[in-house]
């Protein structure tokens, strides 16, 4: 009698059925999210890919020959590591944003907010796909970049390369996930990809040395978050860096953990996305 009382209890709104994590829930709708840009492969993986590696062909092409040293090493060797990771940065933002951003626009939203997923297991696994994306980018432009001739991308620091690969992504992916969540059109999404994203990525140092900027302009680069991601990355290959690396680790880190409890009471609360 007291075992059918607890099953046919009631339960209160937003209170868990499932006690424990749902793994099989979580598996499913991130083997989902990776089948989705799998079929469409040719844009979102090999496209960003070739992409990525024009920047280090023109650069090398237009200044590498001419002996340009930046940091005591080639144009080049300097310039990889940055285009890997923020090839992978962009990409998981894509990633995460077009989810939910799709979802809302053709109604399928319900599909993401309706299964016995809790909040922070819905955020897993779409975090997930985005980062598997993103990986799957990286790996591709640094196997091409290993055959491209004059270019050494070989790591020194493996730890250095996967931590800052993993939260420089997991950060765009929030960043795609907020952006998903507050925008009503695509029109917004590529409003914050092309004025955001983009000059975020551009002025993080992945072409120069923030050293060389004026005092002003330095400032502005250590305000943005990106540009440790880009130090960081690339000193897991140079072993040279122009910020603190366990400073910015640690200080990523921290800002990945802020944006995903924000993420996550937003989507607790259902702003913007329920009516």
């Not at 868990?16 to 979580?26: A, D, E, K, Q, Y």
């Not at 599909?111 to 997930?128: F, K, N, R, V």
């Not at 598997?132 to 790996?139: D, E, P, S």
């Not at 590529?190 to 002025?203: E, G, K, R």
Request: aromatic residues 12%; glycine residues 8%.
């Amino acid at each position: 009698m007291m075992n059918q009382t607890k099953i046919t209890a009631r339960k209160e709104p937003g209170e868990p059925i499932f006690h424990r994590i749902n793994l099989v829930g979580v598996h499913a709708l991130y083997v989902k999210e990776v089948r989705r840009f799998f079929k469409v492969q040719l844009q979102t993986i090999w496209a960003p890919a070739f992409t990525t590696l024009l920047y280090l062909i023109i650069f090398t092409v237009a200044l590498g020959r001419q002996g340009h040293l930046v940091m005591g090493v080639p144009l080049a060797d300097f310039l990889a590591p940055g285009l890997i990771v923020m090839g992978m940065m962009q990409n998981a933002f894509a990633n995460a944003s077009f989810t939910f951003l799709g979802g809302k626009m053709m109604g399928t939203i319900v599909d993401y907010l309706m299964p016995p997923l809790s909040t922070a297991e819905l955020m897993a696994a779409l975090i997930g796909g985005a980062v598997t994306r993103a990986v799957l980018v990286g790996v591709v432009v640094w196997l091409a970049m290993l055959c491209w001739p004059g270019v050494d991308v070989m790591p020194r620091h493996l730890w250095a390369v996967v931590w800052f690969g993993l939260n420089g992504s997991i950060l765009l992916s929030l960043l795609g996930m907020l952006t998903a969540i507050w925008a009503d059109k695509y029109d917004h999404a590529a409003a914050v990809t092309n004025f955001v994203v983009q000059p975020l990525s551009l002025l993080s140092g992945t072409f120069y040395a923030v050293d060389r900027l004026a005092p002003a302009f330095q400032a502005v680069s250590h305000a943005n978050p990106i540009f440790y991601v880009i130090s960081g990355f690339r000193y897991g290959f140079l072993g040279q860096t122009d910020s603190p690396v366990l400073i910015s680790a640690w200080g990523l880190l921290g800002l990945n953990m802020v944006l995903a409890i924000l993420i996550y009471k937003l989507l607790k609360c259902g702003w913007r996305l329920k009516s």
